[in-house]
């Protein structure tokens, strides 16, 4: 059974930081690019963040550029997501995906789609207060 489940999330004041993890299990996505998206309420889930299968190439939303860095850990099947300078607008469910095809077969980057990716984890809050 493929699991990818997020951790890390919670309340923090604006202008601090988070760091989230994203484990994946029963399946290798080391040669997958995987993806960061959240939602907040009331709102569609939205494009945060995506790493290339390769971790060389990354890529960010226009509101995250610069504050939040997202990073992997092929041989623990983990991503990551740090995130610094907090703000209230960043409150929102955060949900890491992994992509639907291997990088060699889909080397297409950056995967800012939902329907780039496949498996999704259960999501973890994150509140920004102000």
């Known amino acids: 059974q493929v699991q990818l489940v997020e951790s890390g999330g919670g309340l923090v004041q604006a202008g601090g930081s988070l760091r989230l993890s994203c484990a994946a299990s029963g399946h290798s996505f080391s040669t997958y690019a995987m993806g960061w998206f959240r939602q907040a309420p009331g709102k569609e889930r939205e494009f945060v963040a995506a790493?290339?299968?390769?971790?060389?190439?990354?890529y960010y939303a226009d509101s995250v550029k610069g504050r939040f860095t997202i990073s992997r850990d092929s041989a623990k099947n983990t991503v990551y997501l740090q995130m610094n300078s907090l703000k209230p607008e960043d409150t929102a469910i955060y949900y890491c995906?992994?992509?639907?095809?291997?990088?060699?077969?889909?080397?297409?980057?950056?995967?800012?789609?939902?329907?780039?990716?496949?498996?999704w984890g259960q999501g973890t809050q994150v509140t920004v207060s102000s």
């Open positions: 995906a992994a992509a639907s095809l291997p990088g060699w077969h889909d080397p297409r980057f950056p995967k800012k789609r939902e329907n780039d990716y496949s498996y």
């Open positions: 790493i290339s299968w390769t971790s060389s190439d990354t």
